[in-house]
C-alpha cells in the first residue's frame, strides 16, 4: 500500500516551467514502478512519463518527449516531473500513479498498470 499526494501545480505562460512533486507514504518508494498521466476536461486520463524502480528505464509520450524529464528519489519518497518549454496543450490535471507488479514496456503506459494513483494537481498553460 502507498499514499501519493502531488503538488506543484499552478498557472503559467507558454514556454514556462514548473516542477511537480509527489510524497508518498506507506510502503518505500522503491518497491513501485511510477508514473504521471494527465487529463482534460472531457478527455481520457493520458500517459505522461513513466521511471522504473532504480530510475531506469524511463518513457515518455511523443507529445513531450524533449521538454518534460521524470525522476524520482527512493530515499526521499518523492517523484518528480520537470516540465520545461510548456504549451496550452499541456493544460490538464496532473496524476502521479504507482504499481508495484512488474511488465514489459508497456506496462509503464497504460493508466490500468498502475493501482495507485493520487489526487492530481493543476496544471495551467496560457497562451
Known amino acids: 500500500q502507498v499514499q501519493l499526494v502531488e503538488s506543484g501545480g499552478g498557472l503559467v505562460q507558454a514556454g514556462g516551467s514548473l516542477r511537480l512533486s509527489c510524497a508518498a507514504s506507506?510502503?518505500?518508494?522503491?518497491?513501485?514502478?511510477m508514473g504521471w498521466f494527465r487529463q482534460s476536461p472531457g478527455k481520457e486520463r493520458m500517459f505522461v512519463a513513466a521511471?522504473?524502480?532504480?530510475?531506469?528505464?524511463?518513457y515518455y509520450s511523443d507529445s513531450v518527449k524533449g521538454r518534460f524529464t521524470i525522476s524520482r528519489d527512493n530515499a526521499k519518497n518523492m517523484a518528480y516531473l520537470q516540465m520545461n518549454s510548456l504549451k496550452p496543450e499541456d493544460t490538464a490535471v496532473y496524476y502521479c500513479?504507482?504499481?508495484?507488479?512488474?511488465?514489459?514496456?508497456?506496462?509503464?503506459?497504460?493508466?490500468?498498470?498502475?493501482?495507485?494513483w493520487g489526487q492530481g494537481t493543476q496544471v495551467t498553460v496560457s497562451s
Open positions: 506507506g510502503r518505500t518508494l522503491s518497491t513501485y514502478t
Open positions: 500513479a504507482a504499481n508495484s507488479a512488474y511488465g514489459g514496456s508497456d506496462y509503464y503506459l497504460r493508466a490500468s498498470s498502475y493501482n495507485y
Open positions: 521511471i522504473g524502480r532504480s530510475g531506469v528505464p524511463t
